[in-house]
C-alpha cells in the first residue's frame, strides 16, 4: 500500500523535474520513517493537504541543491537570501504536490499555498499520530526528497499505521 500513497509524488516529481528544469530524478526507495528525525536538508518547501486526504508535504533539499534547483528554475542565478528563491522553491513543491494531487482520482483534496522553511537541519514535525513516508530523490543536481506526512485517518487509507513512542 506504499505504493499506493507515493506513486503519485514519485511520477509528480520527476514530470515537474523534467519538464521544468530538464532534470532527469532518479527516485530511490519510499520508506516510512519517524516523524522526528535527524535531517541532512537546510530548505524545505511545505504544502498542508486536506479533504479526503489530510496532511502535509515538504520537498526537502540541501542548501546547495536548493540554489542550484531554484536558480535552473528562475533561469538567472540567485541565492538563498533573496525573495525569489523562496518562490523558486514554494512554485516547485507547489507543482510537485499539485501534480500528485490531482493523480488521486475520486479523492476530494485542496491544497494550501507552500510555506518555506531556511535553516540548517531543520526538523519538520507531525503529530505524534502521524506517519511520515520519505521518497529519496536524486538529480543533476544534487539530492533531495519528498517527505509525505499524513494523519491517522489518511494513513490507515493507505494500510499505515503510526508508531507511537511511548
Do not use: W, Y
Request: glycine share 8%; with cysteine; hydrophobic share 45%.
Amino acid at each position: 500500500m506504499l505504493d499506493e500513497l507515493s506513486l503519485p509524488f514519485v511520477s509528480s516529481a520527476e514530470n515537474v523535474f523534467s519538464t521544468m528544469l530538464n532534470l532527469q530524478v532518479q527516485v530511490g526507495q519510499p520508506a516510512e520513517v519517524p516523524v522526528v528525525r535527524e535531517s541532512a536538508h537546510d530548505v524545505s518547501g511545505i504544502i498542508a493537504m486536506s479533504g479526503d486526504i489530510e496532511g502535509t508535504v515538504a520537498l526537502r533539499f540541501p542548501a546547495d541543491t536548493a540554489v542550484r534547483v531554484a536558480s535552473l528554475f528562475a533561469g538567472v542565478e540567485i541565492d538563498a537570501s533573496t525573495p525569489d528563491f523562496a518562490d523558486a522553491v514554494g512554485e516547485l513543491a507547489n507543482m510537485v504536490v499539485g501534480g500528485a494531487k490531482a493523480k488521486f482520482k475520486g479523492k476530494n483534496i485542496s491544497i494550501s499555498c507552500p510555506s518555506i522553511i531556511v535553516g540548517q537541519n531543520h526538523l519538520v514535525v507531525g503529530s505524534r499520530d502521524a506517519v511520515c513516508v520519505n521518497i529519496p530523490c536524486e538529480c543533476e543536481c544534487g539530492s533531495f526528497a519528498v517527505d509525505v506526512l499524513l494523519n491517522e485517518r489518511s494513513a490507515q487509507q493507505f494500510g499505515l499505521r503510526p508508531r507511537i513512542a511511548a
